[in-house]
């Protein structure tokens, strides 16, 4: 098993910037990629943002490219989604997860979710 827990979340206005971290523990070594995923109220949950643990192959979601940044720390088992630029549409749960395989954007591919994290962002 691999255990996720994000922090990082919180209300900020438009155009401000917030940076999301996850730390993984556990199985660790099982995961080949991770990645952000995010649910607004009423909404399926979409992927933003994720990444190969050994590197290169960042993929977004469209809405976010040029605003946010995936990036990791493999010695301390932590993904981070530096997240700028942000506006009301970004308001939703955020969710780390973890794939055993390189594919981290297609959610029923994926094998550990966190708790989530709620970025709000106000008008």
């Known amino acids: 098993q691999v255990q996720l827990v994000e922090s990082g979340g919180g209300l900020v206005q438009a155009g401000g910037s917030l940076r999301l971290s996850c730390v993984a523990s556990?199985?660790?070594?099982?995961?080949?990629?991770m990645g952000w995923f995010r649910q607004a109220p009423g909404k399926e949950r979409e992927f933003v943002a994720g990444?190969?643990?050994?590197?290169?192959?960042?993929r977004y979601v469209d809405s976010v490219k040029g605003r946010f940044t995936i990036s990791r720390d493999n010695a301390k088992n932590t993904v981070y989604l530096q997240m700028n630029s942000l506006n009301p549409e970004d308001t939703a749960v955020y969710y780390c997860?973890?794939?055993?395989?390189?594919?981290?954007?297609?959610?029923?591919?994926?094998?550990?979710w966190g708790q989530g994290t709620q970025v709000t962002v106000s008008s």
């Open positions: 997860a973890a794939s055993h395989t390189p594919v981290i954007t297609i959610a029923s591919m994926i094998a550990y």
């Open positions: 990444m190969k643990l050994t590197g290169g192959n960042e």
């Open positions: 556990g199985r660790t070594f099982s995961t080949v990629a």
